[in-house]
């Protein structure tokens, strides 16, 4: 057997979390890409379909309740340097309800809402090609 990501690609999902021109990011303290600003997301659990798994990684890490979902893109990345291999279905979504809120402090002890035009600087590999297709 082995882990997903580092043994074989793995499968994840991510989501784009808009309101208005601004999107939701957290900075993420695990690898890969420990300490960039990140959209939610994470890998997606075996037999489980990959929109269920973008809604349940955007609700557990965010507090959110997220409604409409859409498909936005394909985005595949490799971290040599963190010995991580990914292939992520991303989305987007303008529906939800609540105010994000810090929910794993472990894995993302801080967030904020960001213009589309003025990312903070170190940006994960997944937020900067999600973010091309919008």
């Known amino acids: 057997m082995g882990l997903p990501g580092t043994d074989f690609p793995g499968l994840g ?13 957290y900075r993420r303290t695990r690898f890969p ?9 994470g ?11 973008v809604r349940r990684e955007a609700e557990e890490e965010s507090g959110l309740t997220i409604g409409e979902i859409r498909f936005l893109c394909v985005s595949e ?7 991580h291999h990914w292939v992520s279905l991303i989305y987007v979504t303008d529906d ?3 105010e994000p809120r810090v929910m ?25 090609h999600a973010a091309a297709h919008l």
């Open 104 to 128: 794993e402090p472990e894995k993302l002890p801080e967030f904020g809402w960001f213009d589309i035009d003025a990312l903070p600087d170190k940006v994960s590999k997944f937020t900067i």
């Open 77 to 83: 990345n490799r971290f040599p340097e963190d010995g």
């Open 13 to 25: 999902v991510g989501l784009i979390i808009r309101r208005g021109r601004s999107i939701l990011l």
């Open 33 to 41: 890409e420990a300490g960039s600003w990140n959209i939610v997301g």
């Open 96 to 98: 939800f309800t609540g």
């Open 43 to 53: 890998k997606v659990d075996h037999m489980e379909a990959c929109i269920d798994a």
